[in-house]
């Protein structure tokens, strides 16, 4: 059964290949996400012999945010200094092009 299916992907045009591949890579990041999701609130979050307080719920999502925030500035400074790198590298860039029309 599941090598008719893996036939019937390897036959199917390429369009539907990467329409499947990106909905079965959010399939199994939703797992991913909700797995860890679960394991934080079960886990870290509900230590064992500790009472759960919504004072600890409020701490771990204010440092979530805060780490998620920090992880979203360094990956936007390093995408600006690749481009700008890349963009730098390019002759005459940012340098004014002059035109000059003579009449004869």
Not at 13 to 23: F, M
Request: no cysteine; net charge positive; hydrophobic share 40%.
């Amino acid at each position: 059964m599941f090598q008719n299916f893996l036939e019937k992907i390897r036959n199917d045009n390429e369009r539907r290949k990467k329409r499947l591949l990106i909905v079965l890579t959010g399939v199994v990041m939703l797992i991913i996400i909700a797995s860890w999701m679960y394991y934080m609130n079960s886990f870290v979050l509900n230590a064992p012999g500790e009472e759960t307080t919504s004072e600890i719920r409020t701490d771990f999502w204010a440092g979530f945010k805060t780490g998620f925030g920090v992880t979203l500035r360094n990956i936007k400074s390093k995408i600006e200094n690749i481009t700008s790198e890349t963009l730098l590298k390019i002759p005459n860039f940012g340098k004014e092009n002059k035109i000059t029309i003579e009449n004869k």
